[in-house]
């Protein structure tokens, strides 16, 4: 079983939709809970984290981490052909935010249909 | 302020060749990570340098691998001899390594195809 858990997709939704995208982990070192966004052919750049359980809301984005079901999510609001891109979640555990490595989940494609 | 730079972008060779590649972190930043992506899957971390001594190399398949970062600066990535499945994209990321709040920013990769 892996450690971190993610549908691959591909996901593809109407523009203005709501976009929810999951992860599910096994281990409970974990600690900080990622999202990055990966377009092709380019690196993946940081969304949002969230330490221990709880809401994080920025802009469109809302990620939820719920530690006891071991499961964490990331919302997408009025979502826009440009947030078309790979969507990789992202776990560490430790005290400091980054110090550690990051395992990753296999990423979600999804697609704004205008 | 520059981003993390990689080369080459990419780059096709045959079995049993050797290989290598090329990364250099945001300035300032003493933290350097090597990971592995496999078309379909997430970055998978092969090699954490701190400064220029090595922090975790477990994933990393040290018969045919081997990576270094002499001067604590930029670092480079041997692949020798190539496998089929050392086909993948190379990401190379950097971090502060302050006390807190260290995120961790990629280059756009090395594209690796092993024919």
């Known amino acids: 079983q892996k450690e971190v858990e993610q549908d691959p997709g591909p996901l593809s939704v109407p523009e203005g939709a709501i976009v929810s995208l999951n992860c599910t982990y096994s281990?409970?070192?974990?600690?900080?809970f990622m999202w990055y966004r990966q377009y092709s052919r380019k690196g993946p750049e940081l969304l949002m984290y969230?330490?221990?359980?709880g809401n994080k809301e920025d802009g469109r984005f809302t990620a939820q981490v719920d530690k006891s079901s071991k499961y964490i999510s990331l919302f997408i609001r009025d979502s826009q052909p440009s947030d078309s891109a790979t969507y990789l979640c992202?776990?560490?555990?430790?005290?400091?935010?980054?110090?550690?490595?990051?395992?990753f989940g296999t990423g979600t494609r999804l697609t704004i249909i205008p | 302020e520059a981003g993390v730079a990689q080369s080459p972008r990419y780059k096709i060779i045959e079995k049993r060749q050797s290989v290598a590649f090329w990364c250099n972190p945001i300035?300032?930043?003493?933290?350097l990570y090597w990971y592995q992506q496999i078309l379909g899957q997430g970055p998978k971390l092969l090699i954490q340098?701190?400064?220029?001594?090595?922090?975790?190399d477990s994933q990393l398949p040290k018969d045919r691998f081997s990576a270094e970062r002499l001067k604590g600066v930029d670092s480079t990535l041997k692949i020798q001899p190539a496998k089929l499945e050392d086909s993948a994209v190379y990401l190379c990321?950097?971090?502060?390594?302050?006390?807190?709040?260290?995120?961790?920013?990629f280059g756009p990769g090395t594209r690796l195809t092993v024919l």
């Open positions: 990321a950097s971090s502060l390594a302050a006390a807190s709040l260290n995120e961790q920013f």
């Open positions: 281990n409970s070192a974990f600690q900080y």
């Open positions: 969230t330490y221990s359980s």
């Open positions: 992202a776990m560490s555990g430790g005290t400091n935010f980054g110090n550690e490595k990051l395992t």
């Open positions: 300035s300032g930043h003493a933290t």
């Open positions: 340098f701190q400064n220029n001594g090595v922090v975790d």
